[in-house]
């Protein structure tokens, strides 16, 4: 029996109460499909900083890349905590560490609507909103490059330097086609495809998503390395749209996506926007990923650390559970990962609301609810 080894890290606010639940439906799903389960938790948080100055330092990643994945809940600090912490310390120290170091390249975001979900998009339903998002994890303005100069001072000057090479763009993409191949087959196409894309024999459709008419050197490399590796791929339709269109139709027409690729930037605010149209935070998972296998991948629920909401047994694990069974997935359990995402869609039509304290349930009975219905 395959045994995975996972490190917990349920961080701060309602993070430990909904990476209990994703554990819970884990272990329910080990159990069932035959695999073994073995968790070690790690305090990284705002709390832990609080408490120890101890962020995340090499002897940590030293342990952590001992196992096969990592599990987050959220990190993050408020009120009298977050006064005593300088803005972005929690996040580039631990968060933006363990992606760089461990090179997670790959932001994975399914933007999935989930039976009885209300999605504030009118007209939409499970069938035309299931895309996923592929976002460049480690390049572009959140490499940290440029600085400031003269600074408090009228001719301040400040900079941020959007790079990227070729490397980094290639192993995007290409996980993106591979991915995109891998979701449809000729039999079940793509069902945004036209009837001449699927007389051509095209099965897939992959959006890249950039600024080529003003961002012209960073997106002319995304585009010209896009076109290229498309031959490689007859059966992938690789389409380009400007990021402001990306958000309009990601509103006004979801169903024309498949799978979207982009930088890291873009990424970033698609994603959150993705989130809403498919009903909220607590229902939106995502993987930092490895595929590579040279570091350990990460998953987490995209919801904060709702510190109003901490200890009151009242938010929505749902998120939580889905990257769960996004993690189990990629680890090779593919049949349990489908159990559980069939499991949270025989659920969220339960739930009165998505909303915290607000579905009928509290977060430990969603949590049962997913786990008997595997």
């Given at each position: 029996m395959k045994t995975y080894n996972i490190a917990v890290i349920p961080g701060d606010g309602t993070g430990p109460e909904v990476i209990g639940e994703g554990l819970k439906v884990l272990k329910a799903a080990a159990k069932k499909f035959k695999f073994g389960l073995k968790t070690k938790v790690f305090p990284f948080g705002g709390k832990h900083y609080l408490e120890t100055g101890k962020l995340v330092d090499e002897a940590d990643e030293a342990e952590l890349?001992?196992?096969?994945?990592?599990?987050?809940?959220?990190?993050?600090?408020?009120?009298?905590?977050?006064?005593?912490?300088?803005?972005?310390?929690?996040?580039?120290?631990?968060?933006?560490?363990?992606?760089?170091?461990?090179?997670?390249?790959?932001?994975?975001?399914?933007?999935?609507?989930?039976?009885?979900v209300a999605s504030p998009i009118a007209g939409v339903s499970p069938e035309t909103m299931d895309y996923v998002v592929v976002r460049e994890n480690t390049g572009g303005v959140y490499t940290g490059m440029g600085g400031i100069m003269m600074k408090d001072t009228p001719n301040e000057i400040a900079s941020q330097e959007w790079v990227y090479n070729r490397f980094q763009v290639d192993r995007c993409l290409r996980y993106a086609f591979e991915l995109a191949k891998k979701r449809h087959t000729k039999k079940a196409p793509f069902r945004g495809l036209s009837a001449e894309a699927k007389a051509a024999g095209k099965t897939a459709r992959l959006t890249l998503c950039g600024k080529t008419n003003v961002l012209t050197n960073v997106f002319g490399l995304w585009?010209?390395?896009?076109?290229?590796?498309?031959?490689?791929?007859?059966?992938?339709?690789?389409?380009?749209?400007?990021?402001?269109?990306?958000?309009?139709?990601?509103?006004?027409?979801?169903?024309?996506?498949d799978v979207i690729v982009t930088d890291n930037m873009f990424g970033d605010i698609i994603t959150d926007l993705g989130a809403a149209c498919q009903g909220g935070l607590g229902v939106a998972a995502g993987g930092n990923l490895n595929p590579d296998k040279s570091g350990v991948s990460m998953y987490e629920p995209?919801?904060?650390t709702a510190p109003d909401w901490t200890?009151?047994?009242?938010?929505?694990?749902?998120?939580?559970?889905?990257?769960?069974?996004l993690m189990i997935g990629n680890l090779g359990e593919t049949k349990a990962a489908a159990a559980i995402e069939a499991a949270i869609a025989k659920t969220t039509p339960r739930m009165k609301t998505q909303l915290a304290g607000q579905m009928g349930w509290t977060t430990t009975q969603v949590g049962d609810l997913v786990a008997k219905s595997l």
């Open positions: 890349r001992k196992f096969d994945a990592i599990y987050l809940g959220a990190i993050g600090l408020s009120g009298a905590g977050a006064k005593n912490v300088a803005p972005g310390i929690l996040e580039k120290n631990i968060l933006l560490k363990l992606r760089f170091d461990f090179d997670q390249y790959i932001n994975l975001r399914p933007v999935k609507l989930y039976p009885g585009e010209r390395a896009a076109k290229e590796m498309a031959k490689e791929y007859p059966t992938v339709e690789l389409a380009y749209r400007h990021v402001d269109a990306i958000c309009l139709l990601m509103v006004q027409d979801p169903g024309q996506f995209i919801g904060g200890g009151k047994n009242g938010i929505n694990p749902i998120a939580a559970i889905g990257a769960a069974a």
